[in-house]
């Protein structure tokens, strides 16, 4: 049986509920307020923002489905092969839907983490009859400690390795070199964190066909919130000093530095002319810049930038 974009949107809604109500129960005390906003050219989303927590600073967990002509940045900044060949047709629409997720939280020994899964359909329509030209599934989740504890980033990497194992054996490590490579802040040679997994234009193809696809796509979902609030339960109230804060804004200005420059999904947003509040609720309520820091030696400050790089092998 096809999957409809009803059943993908339905899912990812309820997927967003689901996230909010596991991470209203473990901060305590922040509630999500509920954003419902259109977009003026097709679609539109619910932004959901938690603030000043016990726990989260400032979170967000989005939901949207956006639909229109399809933009040309599509065609001149993608080197998919099908979008090369039809980048001349008048008649192109897109369809987009997904779930993205930031949390920035308040204790600097509590990591910021990201997840985003989103599907895309790009179509042919003339008089009302749609045929759908490429469509594919895209995400993962990455982890930016402010201080990279071994156990931790071994714990994240481990759920992440079997929730990939159980539908095919080598997507962990296709999808881990994957993120290594996309989370990296070039012009400081340094990864924003520890990674995870990354991918994108999932269909039809030798691993998998599109309902397995689909299939791991959801579990890459479901894996947010158990995980995440595990590490919220291990690391929220552990003490930490005013040093650890500056090092904690320090760091906050570097995940700034990446989303503004290179994250694709913020660049689509605003060249699609998407909602600039929810594409810039990525970034913290604080962070800082100061110049040429240098860390103390054998300072955990110091520990955790040796761990910035790529190909680590955590689990």
Not at 111 to 137: A, Q, T
Not at 166 to 185: E, G, L, M
């Amino acid at each position: 049986m096809e999957i409809s974009r009803l059943e993908i949107t339905n899912w990812l809604k309820q997927l967003q509920n689901n996230i909010c109500v596991a991470l209203e129960n473990e901060d305590g005390l922040g509630k999500f307020t509920v954003d419902n906003w259109e977009r003026e050219e097709g679609g539109g989303g619910i932004t959901k923002i938690l603030s000043n927590g016990n726990v989260i600073e400032k979170g967000g967990v989005l939901f949207s489905a956006v639909h229109g002509k399809a933009p040309e940045f599509l065609f001149t900044q993608n080197q998919h092969s099908v979008l090369k060949k039809i980048k001349n047709n008048n008649n192109l629409h897109f369809f987009a839907t997904g779930v993205s997720i930031v949390i920035h939280p308040i204790n600097p020994m509590v990591p910021i983490i990201h997840m985003n899964v989103r599907y895309f359909e790009l179509f042919e329509e003339n008089e009302g009859e749609v045929n759908i030209i490429n469509k594919w599934f895209g995400g993962g989740i990455d982890l930016t400690p402010h201080y990279i504890v071994e156990e931790d980033a071994k714990f994240f990497h481990s759920e992440l390795k079997n929730v990939c194992n159980n539908h095919h054996p080598s997507y962990y490590s296709k999808f881990k070199t994957w993120a290594d490579d996309y989370f990296f802040i070039k012009h400081r040679n340094e990864t924003r964190g520890i990674g995870g997994i990354f991918f994108d234009k999932l269909q039809d193809d030798d691993c998998l066909n599109f309902k397995q696809q689909f299939n791991f796509w959801k579990d890459v979902g479901l894996a947010f919130a158990p995980t995440y609030v595990e590490l919220l339960k291990r690391n929220k109230n552990l003490s930490y000093t005013e040093k650890n804060k500056q090092w904690q804004l320090l760091r906050r200005g570097r995940y700034v530095e990446f989303n503004l420059i290179y994250d694709k999904g913020t660049q689509f947003g605003l060249q699609s002319n998407g909602r600039v509040e929810s594409i810039l609720m990525s970034l913290p309520k604080f962070a800082s810049w100061e110049y040429n820091y240098t860390p103390e030696h054998n300072s955990l400050e110091e520990k955790t930038l040796k761990f910035l790089r790529k190909e680590i092998n955590w689990v």
